[in-house]
């Protein structure tokens, strides 16, 4: 039993549909597979993105921050004969 499908449609420009296209040829695999491919690999980032950033605004909320002036001084330490350590919450 194979797993239910959709057909999805989507306007490409044609450099990028060229590029689609000669993926597939060297991977000798279709246009379809590559695409799957890489929308897959699309969404994944995307959902990890949000989770980070999700995870984040959980870290602001508690408070768990790094003061802007500590953070500054430390940039502005880097690449002087005396760095400071990075600051930490």
Excluded: F, N
Excluded at 15 to 35: N, Q
């Amino acid at each position: 039993m194979s797993a239910a499908t959709r057909v999805i449609t989507a306007h490409v420009p044609s450099g990028l549909a060229e590029k689609v296209d000669a993926m597939a040829a060297r991977l000798d695999r279709s246009r379809g597979w590559v695409m799957k491919q890489a929308l897959a690999a699309w969404v994944d980032q995307e959902e990890e993105r949000h989770r980070l950033t999700l995870e984040a605004l959980a870290d602001v909320d508690a408070g768990r921050v790094v003061d802007h002036g500590a953070m500054l001084a430390w940039v502005d330490s880097l690449g002087t004969d005396t760095p400071l350590p990075p600051p930490v919450e």
